[in-house]
């Protein structure tokens, strides 16, 4: 287990609509990200927030977008869904400082049908 | 353009022999490199790391070597048992951009036969 907890673990849902995926980081890790990764792909890096505040943006698109809450859990929003968003999306948390690792949810996976 | 590469989707090896993974990079600011181990249905797990300043790391049946001139690492796993089969994804981190965002390549999967 490693400690950073994601739901929901599944989500079908149709085109056009909008979802939400929550994170909760490992006790005392300020940092959260948030990757994506589609069939056959790696995982790719969409955003990071430090503390509440974004830190740094990958390939995320418009439609999407994240925040993270006092209480240092982060969501991620996806609107207007289309088929080729279906994907396992992951959170990580990490300390964020000399030590490189971050550490992974279970993975929300999203079917847009 | 793909900055962390794993050229090889898959790799099987027998159980007892040595397991090498290999990954190649062209962003010469990575500080760190990592390597994670991913079952299906799970979260990647951290598996090890090296230091850009380092060529080696090593932590029980498993090593990572960094080539900074070439620019490619590799894991070792000696010796390789059916319970290492799984994904392995080799990351790098850009401190010069996010301080902590990982750039992963698209892993290799790797078959460990009794």
């Known amino acids: 287990d490693s400690g950073v907890t994601q739901t929901p673990k599944h989500l079908i849902t149709a085109t056009g609509q909008r979802v939400t995926l929550r994170c909760s980081p490992r006790?005392?890790?300020?940092?959260v990200y948030w990757y994506q990764q589609s069939l056959d792909q790696g995982l790719q890096f969409l955003i990071q927030?430090?503390?509440?505040?974004?830190?740094a943006k990958g390939n995320i698109l418009e439609r999407f977008s994240a925040q993270q809450f006092p209480d240092l859990h982060s969501e991620l929003n996806l609107s207007s869904l289309e088929l080729g968003d279906s994907a396992l999306y992951f959170c990580?948390?990490?300390?964020?400082?000399?030590?490189?690792?971050?550490?992974f949810g279970q993975g929300t996976r999203l079917t847009v049908v | 353009d793909q900055q962390v590469k794993q050229n090889s989707p898959s790799l099987s090896v027998q159980e007892g022999r040595i397991s090498i993974l290999n990954c190649d990079y062209t962003?010469?600011?990575?500080?760190?490199f990592l390597w994670y181990k991913k079952y299906p249905a799970e979260g990647p797990t951290f598996l090890i790391s090296?230091?850009?300043?380092?060529d080696k790391n090593e932590d029980g049946r498993f090593t990572v070597f960094l080539n900074k001139s070439a620019k490619h690492l590799s894991l070792h796993i000696v010796p390789s048992q059916p319970g290492d089969s799984a994904v392995y994804f080799c990351?790098?981190?850009?401190?010069?951009?996010?301080?902590?965002?990982?750039?992963f390549g698209k892993g290799t999967k790797l078959s460990v036969k009794p």
């Open positions: 990580a948390s990490s300390v964020v400082g000399d030590s490189p690792e971050a550490f």
């Open positions: 090296i230091s850009s300043i380092k």
């Open positions: 990351a790098a981190r850009n401190y010069g951009g996010s301080q902590g965002n990982l750039i």
């Open positions: 927030y430090y503390n509440g505040e974004e830190r």
């Open positions: 006790s005392g890790d300020l940092s």
């Open positions: 962003n010469s600011m990575f500080d760190y």
